[in-house]
């Protein structure tokens, strides 16, 4: 498509829809703003004007207007009045991913996606790419950083031979078209986002479409281990290569556990029992990384680990430069990050556990003494997968808009019902005791009290410091 000229509507503002704008600039397009902020209360708005955009409020006659195209900010409901008005008559909707992918020179794309581990996977398969390819390697995506901001600043409308290590979200992958990553994976999935998506069924197909468009010797790594993600490919298959990791079974990245007995007396008898010795990541039958370099907790961890390493062996990266990378990674901040330790208890931010598995996943990581924090955002999501995994768990405190319903579906009058974080963390703070750790995992999103897990998990650290 040429843009010169050509009326877009950018729906939602925020830095994926600033970045939109700036591309959009580039490009020619005649730009109309949708937001629904007031003019007055839009800090970017000298900037907008500066650039012509049209700014607009988020109406229906705003919608009812003819354009040549849409880019609809991810966090917009598509499920609206305002998004019918838009397709019955036909006018394309895409995500800003979509547009800089259309509008960029060719480039070798590493999608990630899936339910949890998508932001700690795609920063470990950026740090060790980076290590060995340097400058010419981004993270961006749901991460926090826009595609249309990497084409911008790194002027990739000219330049070619970049890797882009995206972070996808379903609700980014919704309006794609033409987006062919050349790796792409779903790392695992589980409920999540039901509010948005309207059924799980939408939740679960909106993930396949990271590998909608792949084909010939795009590589798509399929989980072996998870049952949802092997009965969602087989209901839309991979038109690409596949290939594939476990951590349970055979793969061609996996596992590698030697058993060896040892020991015997001076009849012949064994004197020692099995041992598992040589635990190595293993990819097509090279021994790529021993599980002792891994340094960031939990049997998740694990698996973002080996997807990171996959990525990286398909792009030639030697096996030191890997090692080095992971045994300096340590996770990404508000997922399982540790906070501080006072009086022998520990704490650690995991905001970004925005559903139940998430929070699953936090728990395993501790044998016992958990006093969990939950609550946030009404999603509407059962607490069954959490109430069938508290051996860890000592206490729960709820807090938040959904903070009752989530205690009483857990462990009912047993749990602690509060207001905010900040009453949540004092109350944790005065019933731990010496071996415990405090754990905000909210098993939700933030958006009752919160812009976003990340100002969530910001302020547990600041009220944490300050005890």
């Known amino acids: 498509m040429d843009f010169l000229g050509k009326k877009v509507l950018v729906v939602g503002l925020a830095r994926s829809g600033m970045a939109t704008i700036k591309l959009l600039s580039i490009l020619g397009a005649t730009i109309y703003l949708s937001e629904s902020k007031s003019k007055t209360e839009i800090e970017e708005l000298s900037t907008l004007e500066s650039l012509g955009v049209t700014v607009l409020d988020q109406s229906l006659e705003v919608f009812e207007k003819d354009y040549d195209l849409v880019v609809k900010n991810p966090g917009v409901p598509y499920k609206t009045q305002q998004m019918q008005k838009l397709h019955d008559r036909k006018i394309p909707v895409i995500t800003e991913i979509e547009l800089a992918y259309r509008v960029a020179k060719p480039q070798t794309y590493i999608a990630i996606t899936g339910t949890n581990g998508k932001t700690t996977t795609a920063s470990l398969t950026y740090e060790i790419i980076k290590k060995a390819y340097g400058e010419k390697v981004h993270l961006c995506g749901n991460i926090g950083i826009p595609l249309c901001e990497i084409v911008v600043n790194e002027n990739l409308l000219n330049e070619e031979g970049h890797i882009i290590v995206l972070e996808v979200s379903n609700f980014q992958l919704i309006n794609i078209d033409e987006f062919r990553p050349t790796f792409a994976t779903i790392i695992n999935l589980s409920p999540d986002h039901v509010d948005f998506m309207g059924s799980i069924e939408e939740y679960y197909e909106s993930k396949t479409r990271v590998y909608k468009n792949m084909k010939d010797d795009d590589i798509f790594l399929l989980n072996m281990d998870d049952v949802i993600v092997n009965e969602y ?54 021994e790529i990384l021993p599980l002792d370099s891994i340094k960031a907790p939990g049997k998740h961890n694990l698996q973002n680990t080996i997807v990171a390493v996959f990525f990286a062996k398909a792009l030639g990266i030697n096996n030191e430069i890997i090692k080095d990378v992971v045994e300096k990674f340590n996770g990404v901040e508000h997922r399982m990050e540790f906070v501080r330790e006072i009086d022998n208890v520990k704490y650690y931010n995991d905001s970004k556990a925005t559903n139940t598995d998430a929070t699953v996943t936090a728990l395993k990581a501790f044998d016992k003494g958990v006093i969990l924090l939950i609550g946030g955002f009404e999603k509407g999501l059962s607490m069954d997968n959490i109430k069938a995994n508290l051996d860890s768990v000592k206490k729960i405190i709820g807090f938040g808009a959904c903070g009752r319903r989530l205690v009483d579906e857990t462990v009912g009058t047993d749990g602690i019902v509060v207001e905010t974080l900040e009453e949540a963390v004092t109350t944790a703070k005065k019933i731990a005791e010496s071996g415990d750790v405090i754990l905000l995992s909210p098993t939700t999103s933030s958006f009752d009290q919160y812009s976003c897990f990340e100002e969530r998990g910001e302020h547990f650290k600041k009220l944490v410091y300050e005890l």
């Open 233 to 286: 490919v087989k209901k839309y298959p991979v038109s690409c290569k596949v290939q594939s990791f476990s951590l349970e079974k055979e793969a061609d990245i996996y596992i590698k556990c030697d058993n060896i007995i040892s020991g015997v007396d001076g009849k012949g008898n064994n004197t020692a029992s099995e041992v598992i010795k040589n635990n190595v990541i293993t990819a097509f039958g090279e």
